[in-house]
């Protein structure tokens, strides 16, 4: 579907490149139907040795003439000068996706100028790996194909979800903030191994395959969390011991809260 496509990448730091990297490597484009943008010519140089036939240019603008499809990476607080710098090469007909947190849409297709399609993506870190969890929410303007394009993208850095705008800050506490809580708990799950007498290196091994595993076997199997919970709390054994201490301290309603208060925090920055 995105055959016929150039897309623009402006500003590709830490989530340009791993989307650029997803994309080539994913085969959804070849790397001559790229072009990223940063300030620093070093670092278009590295990313042109890293991806043979990759374009880069210092020249947002002239990136962006070229591009069906602008992928906006930037920091927030370069919103305004870079899409002032690119709004006249960009038409109504190009799709802009922007990774801004904390922008929305109106706020964008205002700052264009001009009725065009927009869709806000809000990914988290581990996309860097190719495994992140990517919410997208369509602007005014944006149709159908527009979100299926932008699913088709951050598909190639992991898995994406279709989401009503309004709820980008909810996504923020939970899917954006939570690979945070995740590394607390390899941490906790570490020291409590080494509590144990397990060698910390040893310790920090297991407890972040057994993270990784159960991950993965709730995503492969599709299975709710609590029936393979079940499956390892064998009657009088040990696991259900643990999950009785974890209960007994509320881990659900502290992970509840902690989300609520991300998500009120999300709030309060867009209105800052
Ligand atoms: N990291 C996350 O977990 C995460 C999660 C969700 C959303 N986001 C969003 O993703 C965006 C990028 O974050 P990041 O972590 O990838 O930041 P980053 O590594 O700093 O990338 C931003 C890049 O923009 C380039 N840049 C700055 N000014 C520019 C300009 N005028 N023209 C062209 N390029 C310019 C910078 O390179 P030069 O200095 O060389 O120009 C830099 O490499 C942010 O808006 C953030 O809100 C990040």
Redesign the pocket.
């Known amino acids: 579907m995105l055959d016929n496509h150039t897309v623009a990448i ?7 490149r791993a989307l650029l990297g997803g994309m080539i490597h994913g085969d959804l484009l070849a790397s001559d139907q790229l072009i990223a ?4 010519q070093s ?1 278009l140089d590295a990313l042109e040795d890293e991806f043979p036939g990759l374009r880069t240019t ?1 020249d ?1 603008a002239a990136a962006a003439n070229e591009a069906s499809i602008v992928l906006l ?4 607080q ?1 919103r305004a ?2 899409i002032t ?1 690119i709004r006249d090469q960009v038409n109504d007909d190009v799709l802009v996706i922007s ?4 922008v929305t849409t109106e706020t964008l297709q205002y700052n264009f100028g001009h009725e065009l399609p927009v869709v806000r993506a ?4 581990p996309a860097l790996v190719d495994e992140g969890a990517t919410a997208l929410a369509g602007g005014t303007f944006a149709e159908e194909r527009h979100l299926t394009m932008a699913q088709q993208i951050f598909a190639a850095v992991g898995q994406s979800e279709v989401v009503p705008e309004y709820l980008m800050d909810a996504v923020t506490g939970l899917s ?1 903030s939570g690979p945070a809580y995740v590394y607390m708990f390899i941490e906790a799950l570490t020291d409590a191994g080494v509590k144990q007498g397990l060698p910390r290196e040893a310790a920090a091994r297991l407890a972040t395959q057994t993270v990784y595993g159960a991950a993965k076997l709730v995503r492969d199997t599709g299975k709710h969390p609590a029936i393979l919970r079940d499956e390892v709390t064998t009657p009088g054994g040990t696991a259900i011991a643990a999950v009785s201490e974890l209960e007994s301290h509320g881990l659900r309603t502290m992970m509840i809260n902690a989300v609520a208060t991300a998500t009120e925090r999300s709030k309060e920055l867009n209105q800052e």
């Open positions: 402006i500003g590709a730091g830490n989530i340009g943008t940063r300030r620093t670092a210092t947002n990476t930037i920091k927030p370069s000068e870079v710098e990774v801004l947190a904390g809000m990914p988290n870190t954006g």
